[in-house]
């Protein structure tokens, strides 16, 4: 097993991007990354300076090789919490990783449901650690389905894991149905995903 936090951390990203939908999804090793370069926030500093996007590289790397484990497991843990609210014969194979996600999808999670096992990523960075159940559920949903959209199978399913988990049950109307759902539950978005990442939130 490798000892060193950065190399542990590049490995983990080039694993979760094997997973993505596409590869750049998951952009931090990529040239792609750079893209982000007006929107990192100027509050993150290492040594009175602001960080170079290699610095930033660095700092996610050791930061994922140190405590990926730990944020994973959390997942893990509200993964089953799902699972349990469903009868065993009608739960899938369905596996969670934590994950940076390219800051121009401007989205905290999703579900590749074109991979077997279905497999979910979540960016932890984007909400706080209280809403993270509210992502899990909601792209659990889609991982049980085996279907993108929010059409009304994805709504019953949302609501059954919504009252099974103690979350408010979304609420709709039919010409809103998709925005309403979309993002379902609602997660106050952080300002700087990246600083969970580096460790600084």
């Not at 792609?32 to 509050?43: K, R």
């Not at 930061?63 to 469903?86: P, R, S």
């Not at 049950?169 to 990442?197: K, V």
């Amino acid at each position: 097993m490798l000892n060193d936090a950065y190399t542990r951390g590049v490995e983990y990203l080039k694993m979760v991007q094997r997973l993505a939908l596409q590869p750049e999804m998951v952009d931090v090793l990529e040239p792609t990354f750079t893209t982000l370069s007006t929107t990192l926030s100027t509050t993150l500093k290492m040594s009175d300076r602001e960080f170079t996007l290699q610095e930033y590289r660095i700092s996610i790397c050791n930061w994922i090789g140190q405590n990926i484990y730990t944020v994973n497991a959390q997942l893990n843990t509200y993964l089953q919490v799902c699972h349990e609210c469903f009868h065993p014969q009608e739960r899938r194979n369905i596996r969670i990783f934590a994950v940076p996600l390219a800051h121009s999808l401007g989205i905290d999670g999703f579900c590749n449901i074109l991979i077997n096992p279905t497999t979910i990523l979540i960016d932890v960075g984007r909400v706080a650690p209280t809403d993270w159940l509210g992502i899990v559920a909601h792209e659990y949903a889609h991982a049980h389905l085996g279907l993108s959209g929010h059409n009304y199978q994805f709504a019953n399913i949302l609501c059954h894991l919504c009252l099974g988990l103690g979350l408010e049950p979304p609420t709709w109307e039919a010409t809103t149905m998709e925005s309403s759902l979309r993002s379902w539950p609602y997660c106050q978005s952080t300002t700087n995903p990246l600083a969970f990442w580096m460790g600084e939130a």
